[in-house]
């Protein structure tokens, strides 16, 4: 699946985007964030604090319990502050 | 007849008169045009800025604002919308965001501009940064903004 990130999370981790294949046990929104976390330091500096970070499956906004099985593109950010 | 939202992300300024005008155009069934523009400030918590720049996440962007148009439409008789948001660097005193809806009373209008503005903030994927003398940094994302939009909420 393909990952964006963008704002602030998308400075700490280095990219704007990647394609990632979690393995299979890694089943929640949340699961993911943990994963991604623990892959280096750039990536547990971006998700340091997960209650703050904001997701989205398929351009649609969905809490951290939300499954990740058939998502396309998921997306990590901060709160929004447009407007 | 039923109303149709005009959903714009754009670099480039709008002109806030045309816009208005544009919504009622031929037509003699509006009675109320509200329009709310965001105008980048020139201090943030009381500190210079030189500028923001605006990242948006595209295709969510404009979902996202849509699927709130859509629903202001379902809530108030509205005869037309028009939202209009800025991204890129956008410096003090230009223009960010343009909310326009028209109906045939003022109530409508008025609220379903408030309505969306409140959402445009806290759920469409747009973020800002700042710049000032001190570096450049995220603005960090209002309590108040929340409180704002949850009192839409339907109970």
């Known amino acids: ?83 | 007849m039923t109303a149709i939202a005009t959903i714009r992300i754009q670099e480039a300024d709008f002109d806030i008169a045309q816009e208005i005008a544009a919504m009622s155009r031929d037509r003699t069934d509006i009675g109320a045009v509200v329009s709310f523009t965001g105008v980048c400030r020139g201090s943030e918590n009381g500190e210079p800025i030189a500028a923001l720049t605006l990242e948006h996440y595209p295709g969510m962007a404009e979902a996202e604002i849509r699927r709130h148009a859509e629903e202001a439409m379902s809530r108030w008789p509205l005869s037309g919308l028009t939202a209009i948001h800025r991204v890129g660097r956008i410096a003090p005193g230009e223009n960010i965001v343009l909310v326009v809806t028209a109906s045939q009373h003022r109530q409508a209008a008025f609220q379903a501009a408030e309505f969306l503005m409140d959402y445009l903030k806290t759920s469409a994927p747009f973020w800002k940064r700042e710049e000032s003398a001190r570096g450049s940094s995220w603005i960090e994302a209002r309590d108040h903004d929340d409180a704002a939009a949850a009192r839409w909420t339907k109970s």
């Open chain 1, 1 to 83: 699946m393909r990952v964006k990130y963008f704002a602030w999370v998308r400075e700490r981790i280095g990219k704007a985007e990647e394609t990632i294949e979690p393995p299979a046990e890694i089943r929640t929104v949340g699961d993911l964030i943990e994963w991604l976390a623990g892959r280096d330091e750039a990536s547990a500096y971006a998700f340091e604090k997960p209650k703050v970070i904001r997701a989205a499956i398929d351009h649609a906004h969905v809490r951290q319990d939300a499954a990740i099985s058939g998502a396309r593109e998921i997306a990590f950010f901060p709160p929004m502050t447009g407007g």
